[in-house]
């Protein structure tokens, strides 16, 4: 029997303040590369509740989700690998300077989209400039949008 193939299923976080967006510096493959706060969606988690501690864990800030900005699907060049993200935007606040970071962070930095868009190379993924360009553009879709569907 084959194996079902199987997209990852990622969350990101948007966060505008200022005309600069929350973005975390990373090392991936030993290369030092700029995502927004996102990550991988944990066994019995919804979607907000992964994009919520997604962005505490990787930044230190607490993430208060408002809208979905856009679902992205991605084929990671040269790889088996496809992601499928849901990116969301909304506000945060009680940033904890003194929180260990995930690993592999180096740190949570605020940019503007003008600093991504020079350096192209140090983009995680083409989702990280997409997600925040939808943003830009006004496209803003309602939480319940997604539906949890849970055994009683």
Known sequence: MQAIWKPHATVATVIERDGLFLMVEEVIK???VYNQPAGHLD???SLI???????REESAWAFQPEYITGIYLWPQPGTDR???RVAFTGSCADHNPKQTLDDGI???VWMSRDELA???EKLRSPMVLRC???????KRYPLD????ITAD
Not at 132 to 138: K, Q, V
Not at 145 to 148: R, T
């Open 43 to 45: 066994p019995n988690e």
């Open 132 to 138: 925040i360009d939808d943003y830009l553009a006004g």
């Open 118 to 120: 020079s350096q192209p």
């Open 49 to 55: 509740e992964a994009a919520i501690r997604e962005t």
């Open 30 to 32: 030993g290369q030092h």
């Open 145 to 148: 949008l997604l539906i949890d």
């Open 106 to 108: 180096i740190r949570a």
């Open 82 to 84: 496809t992601f499928l």
